[in-house]
């Protein structure tokens, strides 16, 4: 053993001691309660707030991050999980009949770009097909130089075709929103990723609150993101397998991911930027911009995140330059903004 090799082991180690006095009791009281105290499950310096009147939390920091207890010792990992699709089960179901409820309570727009990503974005739209006791409608933006999609999506779900210059354009997630915002019926608006599953209350969650007055709501609480190997085993059994760790588990997700708002209120605040081509950047600079609206920030549901390859753009070592847009857009008045935005013309 080499030294470099002898120091990792050796951190490897006091990692370990640190999870087993100072997190194992904790996740595992957390878990085994009768009660929601497993959403208040974090990192040792976490601060957290608690919503004042029902269950959710907010995390009270700017970032995303991951749980470090689940990276040490996998089964923490495997067991929130597996209480959190107890409390808010995932279903996958192959058909759902269209809505015959004008307009909808919700549209979902999905962005889509390749056949690379089309089985996790079918099993996407399964956990969407079992959304209950809502009436939706699920649009699928594909951005291509052909059609590639079409014919193989469900017949309940709509199709939008941004036509490309070609094959090589980088996929532009802002675009396909405001595209599918524009056709879109629902009152509320699920801007929602391709790569996602969620709990069959999702919508239903979120349409309540809209009709208490918010007009941005984020009730991410976990994403837990699976392997490659126990992505590929749900692609290929339908059945969502929680007896394998997930790879890792997100918290904060505010704009990322998955994000709810009034239709309203999308355009009010201009909608996303399309000239954030590539990935990265997008939402953040809109999350920004929805903080001035009235937004439910307290979050509890879990999602699952199907594994792919990672987008180009995010790879090691490429050059991000949305995200520099990003840092350059936070030299402006968010208020200025968002008269930016809506004075051009996007998406016609």
């Known amino acids: 053993m080499n030294n470099h090799t002898f120091e990792k082991f050796i951190f490897f180690l006091r990692q370990l001691a640190g999870v087993l006095f100072k997190d194992l009791f904790r996740y595992l009281s957390a878990i085994n309660k009768d009660s929601d105290e497993w959403l208040m499950i974090s990192n040792r310096n976490d601060r957290l707030i608690s919503s004042p009147n029902i269950k959710g939390i ?116 802002s675009l396909s929103f405001n595209i599918g915002s524009k056709v879109a019926s629902g009152k509320l608006l699920i801007l929602h990723d391709n790569d996602l599953l969620i709990p069959k209350g999702y919508v239903k969650a979120h349409y309540n609150l809209m009709n208490e007055g918010y007009d941005i709501i984020n009730l991410k609480r976990y994403i837990f993101y699976l392997n490659q190997h126990h992505t590929a085993k749900i692609i290929k059994t339908g059945f969502l397998d929680l007896s394998i760790p997930p790879a890792w588990i997100m918290q904060n997700a505010t704009g990322g991911g998955s994000i709810t708002v009034r239709r309203s209120s999308y355009f009010a605040i201009g909608g996303f930027d399309e000239e954030f081509v590539g990935w990265g950047g997008e939402d953040d600079e809109f999350w920004e911009r929805a903080k001035t609206l009235k937004i439910w920030p307290f979050a509890y549901l879990p999602l699952i995140h199907l594994w792919h390859k990672e987008q180009e753009g995010k790879l090691p070592g490429t050059r991000n330059v949305t995200r520099t847009r990003y840092l350059n857009l936070m030299n402006l008045p968010i208020e200025q903004r968002i008269k930016d935005l809506k004075e051009r013309h996007y998406a016609s």
């Open 58 to 173: 907010q995390c009270d920091w700017r970032y995303t991050s991951m749980l470090h207890a689940p990276q040490i010792m996998p089964f923490l990992g495997k067991r929130l999980m597996q209480r959190a699709i107890l409390d808010y089960p995932i279903l996958l179901c192959e058909e759902r009949k269209k809505t015959k409820h004008f307009p909808p309570d919700a549209s979902i727009i999905i962005g889509h770009k390749g056949k690379e990503r089309l089985p996790n974005l079918l099993l996407t739209l399964s956990s969407i097909a079992a959304q209950d006791d809502v009436s939706l409608e699920c649009i699928v933006v594909e951005q291509s130089y052909h059609k590639e999609i079409e014919s193989l999506l469900p017949p309940w779900v709509r199709y939008e075709y941004i036509k490309t210059i070609d094959n090589d354009v980088p996929y532009n997630r």
